[in-house]
């Protein structure tokens, strides 16, 4: 009898030899998904300061660190969220940059906007309302 170690082992290359071929454009879309989540702490740097210097030190969001996207395996991701408030940033290895939400957590997500990695200006602007819209509604009682 086959042992189950061998047998995904047998499935992993079988799947690995299969997704092999879109490494290089997974790795793009991993480097731009760093720059767009060094925008957002820089952003967010802004932000914080902004409300410390008013008198709110409490307003804050987290980041989260890179990861492979929940839905598509070759797509890369980061979150925003404070308490239930939620956006997500993907970046798709097939040239796409989405915003998604904001939206409460356990709520469908959305709305969703997307660009081609080359429309750098589009990017900004919509990451830029993308980030107040989200700001606004997570800071919000």
């Known amino acids: 009898m ?10 992993g290359r079988e799947l690995g030899a299969r997704e092999a071929e879109h490494k290089a454009a997974l790795e ?13 702490e820089e952003g967010l740097a802004g932000f ?3 409300a410390a210097e008013a008198g709110a030190p409490h307003l804050d969001v987290e980041v989260s660190e890179l990861r492979l996207d929940d839905k598509h395996v070759r797509s890369v991701e980061f ?4 308490g239930r408030y939620r956006a ?3 970046v798709k290895s097939r040239g796409d940059v989405t915003l998604v939400g904001p939206f409460h957590a356990g709520k469908t997500e ?6 081609p990695f080359d429309a750098e200006d589009e990017i900004q602007k ?16």
């Open 110 to 115: 959305g709305p969703c906007k997307s660009f």
């Open 48 to 50: 914080r300061k902004g």
């Open 88 to 90: 997500i940033v993907t």
């Open 28 to 40: 793009a879309a991993r480097e731009r998904a760093a720059s767009l989540r060094r925008a957002v």
């Open 79 to 82: 979150d925003l969220w404070r």
């Open 2 to 11: 086959e042992k189950l170690r061998d047998r995904l082992e047998a499935l």
């Open 126 to 141: 919509a990451l830029s309302d993308f980030l107040e819209r989200f700001l606004t509604e997570a800071v919000t009682p």
